[in-house]
């Protein structure tokens, strides 16, 4: 693993972590930005692993869609993607009165929560199998 990937993998799991202690918390707000950077970051560290040129970008879809065209399976779903992207600007901005029905619950932040834990494991699985298949190329 590059040293760009175990840098982008450091901040994921610090926004892992956080995501999960916020939600302890009943701090539902930071617990989603947590969740989406998160998920995002493990993501870019997986096209970062693999190759793939990074784009300035904070959308889930766009960059789960990046990784399909190249074979590999994010293991989101679309509406996971579509919900991660939604949450992005509310969770960091107060935009009130241009998305007057987002209010962050335990409900929401918990399912966000719980789907950056199965990225995380889907892109360390991911990696280890890239190491490993490097590691086999080496040897040949």
């Given at each position: 693993m590059n040293?760009?990937?175990?840098?982008?993998l450091g901040y994921a799991e610090e926004n892992l972590q956080s995501a999960?202690?916020?939600?302890?918390?009943?701090?539902?707000?930071?617990?989603?930005?947590?969740?989406?950077?998160a998920v995002e970051k493990f993501l870019k560290a997986l096209l970062?692993?693999?190759?793939?040129?990074?784009?300035r970008t904070?959308?889930?879809?766009?960059?789960?869609?990046?990784?399909?065209?190249?074979?590999?399976?994010?293991?989101?779903?679309e509406d996971q993607?579509?919900?991660?992207?939604?949450?992005?600007?509310?969770?960091?901005?107060?935009?009130?009165?241009?998305?007057?029905r987002f209010v962050p619950d335990e409900e929401v932040s918990r399912?966000?929560?719980?789907?950056?834990?199965?990225v995380a494991e889907r892109v360390r699985h991911l990696l280890s199998d890239v190491g490993q298949t490097l590691t086999d190329a080496t040897r040949d």
């Open positions: 040293d760009e990937t175990r840098m982008w999960e202690l916020l939600l302890k918390n009943h701090l539902w707000n930071p617990c989603l930005q947590n969740a989406q950077q970062i692993e693999c190759a793939i040129p990074l784009k904070h959308s889930i879809n766009e960059l789960a869609r990046m990784l399909a065209e190249r074979g590999i399976e994010s293991g989101l779903t993607c579509d919900l991660l992207d939604s949450i992005y600007l509310p969770s960091k901005y107060p935009l009130g009165s241009a998305l007057p399912q966000c929560a719980q789907i950056a834990e199965r």
